[in-house]
Structures are given as structure tokens and as C-alpha cells.
């Protein structure tokens, strides 16, 4: 079975420009949670969406902003980008509330 | 503001020994606590979790205890190996979102 993949692995972006990273959740899985997690940090709770809504999310700024499609796949859009979004982003992925599986990440650098 | 406080921020253990990391929650919501494991570069992965019902979970040479009124709750690795060597998360959860400490890097000497 096929565990949560995320892409692309890495991206490079300019200052001000757009990021948009992509996750599929383990099959049968219906909710997905993105964490940002920068260099020395632990894991900063991004976004929460579950049967294609959004159920909660964390302290950051607008500009962070996402959506879940009805495969359940998400996406998670960064506007604007500044120098201080630089980080590795992990998504997982779980059924009810269950066991949370993580994906490898997006290791975003921002230029 | 940090809701699952978690200690040390790192140890070194000598192979064959003991490492404990501790972790406390004041959310009495929480009902649900893994413990992840993630090497550098790669993301965290799941390595044991406990509900509030029970207060010891052993899986191989990793053992969680819980205390649930004292809010406090512990990873134990037993004969702690090389391969070990990584940073271990706690985690807490409730309806809303999964809380995790700030990490423990555990470096085991051979």
C-alpha cells in the first residue's frame, strides 16, 4: 500500500512568488494536515482539512492557504513568499482521527 | 503557545543503555498521544502511540508510560542501538489538530 507522497520534493522560489506544494493521502484516508517544520524547529500545525473542508488552522498568515479535492488529495498554496518560509513542509494523512502518517516532505527554499 | 511540553532537548546515550524523554500537556481534550520518530531530511514517522485508558504501551524496545493525572507521559527506549540516533517527537491530539513537542535529539554512542 502505497504510504502519503508529496510534490515536489524540493522547490526553489524567488521572494514574492507563489508556492504551491501537492500531497495524496494514504488511500481510505480522508483527513490531511500540513506542518511546517523550519531548520532547528519542531512542527508548526499549518492546516487541517477533512472531507474537503477546512476544519482548522494554525497560527500563520492568510497568505497560507490550501484546499482538499474530492480524491481527498490537498494542495497547500503559499503567496508572497519571504525569505522566512524556507522549511521542510510535511504533510500526513489519517481516516477518523486515527494514526497520522507523514509523507518525505517539500523542502521549500525561498531565494 | 507550546501545548505539549517536551524534554530534554537532547541526550547522548551509550549503546546498550537507557534513553527516557518526557513530555507533559495541560489540554485535558487530548485524547490521544504517538510518539514519532524522523531522521534528517526525511519526515516523521510513526513509531508508537497510547490512549489515556492504559498507562503502559511496550512495542519492541520502545516503551510509552502515561500518567493522566499527573498529564505527564514518556518514551523509553530500551538497549538503544546506533541506529536509534534520531529526533523523537511526542504528540497530543484532540478534535482538532495534532500538537507536538518541540523534539528530542537522541544520539547513541557505540
Known amino acids: 500500500e502505497a504510504g502519503v507522497t508529496q510534490s515536489p520534493t524540493h522547490l526553489i522560489k524567488t521572494r514574492g512568488q507563489q508556492a504551491t506544494l501537492r500531497c495524496s493521502p494514504i488511500?481510505?484516508?480522508?483527513?490531511v494536515y500540513w506542518y511546517q517544520q523550519a531548520l532547528g524547529l519542531g512542527l508548526q500545525f499549518l492546516l487541517w482539512?477533512?472531507?474537503?473542508?477546512?476544519?482548522n488552522r494554525g497560527n500563520f498568515p492568510p497568505r497560507f492557504s490550501g484546499r482538499q479535492f474530492p480524491n481527498y488529495s490537498s494542495e497547500l498554496n503559499v503567496n508572497a513568499l519571504e525569505l522566512e518560509d524556507s522549511a521542510l513542509y510535511l504533510c500526513?494523512?489519517?481516516?477518523?482521527?486515527?494514526?497520522?502518517?507523514f509523507g518525505q516532505g517539500t523542502r521549500l527554499t525561498v531565494v | 503557545q507550546q501545548q505539549v511540553k517536551q524534554s530534554p532537548q537532547s541526550l547522548i546515550v551509550q549503546k546498550g543503555g537507557i534513553s527516557i524523554i518526557n513530555c507533559a500537556y495541560e489540554?485535558?481534550?487530548?485524547?490521544?498521544f504517538p510518539w514519532y520518530q524522523q531522521f534528517p531530511g526525511k519526515g516523521p514517522a510513526l513509531l508508537i502511540a497510547?490512549?489515556?485508558?492504559?498507562s503502559e504501551k511496550k512495542e519492541g524496545r520502545f516503551t510509552i508510560s502515561f500518567n493522566k493525572s499527573a498529564k505527564q507521559f514518556s518514551l523509553h527506549i530500551m538497549d538503544s542501538q546506533p541506529g536509534d540516533s534520531a529526533t523523537y517527537f511526542c504528540?497530543?491530539?484532540?478534535?482538532?489538530?495534532?500538537?507536538f513537542g518541540a523534539g528530542t535529539t537522541v544520539t547513541v554512542r557505540a
Open positions: 504528540a497530543a491530539s484532540d478534535d482538532y489538530k495534532l500538537s
Open positions: 482539512y477533512d472531507e474537503g473542508e477546512e476544519r
Open positions: 489540554n485535558t481534550a487530548f485524547d490521544y
Open positions: 497510547i490512549r489515556p485508558d492504559v
Open positions: 488511500s481510505g484516508h480522508t483527513s
Open positions: 500526513a494523512s489519517s481516516f477518523n482521527r486515527g494514526k497520522a502518517f
